[in-house]
């Protein structure tokens, strides 16, 4: 594909950050899309220099000096990362049946756009698949006769491509997620004690709230209806937006924040099979989604009756309620929502007398010297 006429709509999501924001907006002029949906949230009032750096964006991205044509949803209000991207999101979908997103600290190679336009088409039809990934983190190595690409059950939005089909079945306040999760439909989806214990946490506070976030949801809504997500056999896409002033990416030690970007080889070689590679899953998960202490604790946490996770599990929870809720009020309807028992969430301290310690607590001693 001549990448001087890229014809696959590409979705660029934007925000505050100009640094960022450049350089991405330089690979996707370099990809010339002739049609560029620019979606960006508004300024945080109590933000001193947010208007200035929300205008300076808006600014970059739409210097366009190619022949595009080119849609703007400039918010006057904060929506947050919650609404503000999945609702730019749903607004892409609205205007087309599949095309490519990219928000302003994921950077793209030359290869990623002609690898999600001629798969974009290969799999339109085909519900299986949900989500076309640029990213690859997995460990394994592979060799030139090996696939361009395989499948994931994990999301990877670095840099991805979807279609509508697929987006109407986004949910942002996870309707579903009360009944998959009192029927126990969940369990058998996860590769690992790592991936139950880490997607039962933000599961759960996603759905209490969902203001958070918009990932999470995407990732539920896939996994409640077995949909797939390619992975290039290259990692094609990197973040840049590690670092304080990011949202989700705070921290430089992230091994995200280390990735390279290869160029995929073309002509695509196809693999003959459609299923998840969930050891490639469960190895991935372990490398960039867990440390030393979380694994023990999973470990742990395994070796415990049922009855006592729970507990543990609804203390942690309710902290971290009392740390977004003060509100009596929504307090009582944030314990009316949740899938746990959280009849004395008022009650923030638990006497340490009880059967059912804190299990950080037990541990404190061994994770001291980790």
């Given amino acids: 594909m001549d990448k001087s006429n890229l014809n696959t709509p590409i979705l660029f999501l934007v925000f505050n950050r100009p640094s960022t924001t450049k350089i991405v907006f330089e690979a996707i002029r370099n990809a010339k899309p002739s049609k560029l949906y620019i979606?960006?949230?508004?300024?945080?009032?109590?933000?001193?220099?947010?208007?200035?750096?929300?205008?300076?964006?808006r600014s970059i991205v739409?210097?366009?000096?190619?022949?595009?044509?080119?849609?703007?949803?400039?918010?006057?209000?904060n929506l947050g990362c919650g609404k503000g991207v999945?609702?730019?999101?749903?607004?892409?979908?609205?205007?087309?049946?599949?095309g490519i997103i990219l928000e302003d600290d994921c950077v793209p190679n030359a290869s990623f756009f002609p690898y999600c336009a001629?798969?974009?088409?290969?799999y339109r039809h085909d519900s299986r698949i949900m989500e076309i990934s640029g990213n690859n983190i997995r460990p394994q190595k592979y060799s030139s006769d090996d696939p361009s690409y395989s499948f994931s059950d994990h999301n990877g939005i670095w840099g991805?491509?979807?279609?509508?089909?697929?987006?109407?079945?986004?949910?942002?306040?996870?309707?579903?997620?009360?009944?998959?999760?009192?029927?126990?439909?969940l369990r058998d989806k996860f590769a690992s004690i790592y991936e139950e214990h880490y997607f039962n946490w933000v599961f759960e506070r996603t759905y209490l709230f969902p203001h958070i976030t918009w990932d999470y949801q995407w990732e539920f809504v896939k996994r409640i209806n077995s949909g797939l997500t390619i992975v290039p056999k290259k990692n094609m896409v990197v973040n840049i937006g590690f670092g304080a002033?990011?949202?989700?990416?705070?921290?430089?030690?992230?091994?995200?924040?280390?990735?390279?970007?290869?160029?995929?080889?073309?002509p695509l070689k196809h693999p003959s099979h459609v299923i998840s590679n969930k050891q490639a899953d469960k190895?991935?998960?372990?490398?960039?989604?867990?440390?030393?202490?979380?694994?023990?604790?999973?470990?742990i946490k395994n070796l415990l009756p049922e009855s006592v996770n729970q507990k543990i599990f609804e203390r942690s929870m309710k902290r971290?309620?009392?740390?977004?809720?003060?509100?009596?009020?929504?307090?009582?309807?944030?314990?009316?929502?949740?899938t746990y028992k959280l009849a004395s969430l008022s009650h923030l301290v638990i006497p340490l007398t009880e059967v059912e310690l804190d299990l950080e607590l037990l541990l404190l001693p061994i994770l001291a010297f980790l």
């Fill in 283 to 299: 190895e991935a998960f372990i490398n960039y989604m867990t440390t030393k202490k979380s694994r023990l604790i999973s470990h």
């Fill in 118 to 122: 001629e798969l974009l088409e290969r």
């Fill in 62 to 77: 739409t210097n366009i000096d190619w022949e595009c044509d080119v849609k703007t949803l400039f918010r006057e209000q």
């Fill in 160 to 185: 991805w491509a979807s279609w509508r089909r697929a987006w109407n079945l986004y949910d942002y306040e996870m309707k579903q997620y009360k009944n998959v999760k009192q029927h126990g439909l």
């Fill in 39 to 57: 979606a960006a949230d508004g300024p945080r009032r109590d933000k001193a220099g947010e208007l200035e750096k929300c205008n300076e964006v």
């Fill in 86 to 98: 999945s609702s730019g999101i749903t607004w892409f979908f609205e205007n087309e049946p599949e």
């Fill in 245 to 266: 002033d990011a949202t989700s990416t705070k921290s430089v030690d992230n091994p995200g924040s280390v990735l390279k970007a290869e160029l995929l080889e073309f």
């Fill in 320 to 338: 971290f309620i009392k740390s977004q809720v003060s509100d009596p009020k929504m307090l009582e309807q944030i314990k009316v929502k949740s």
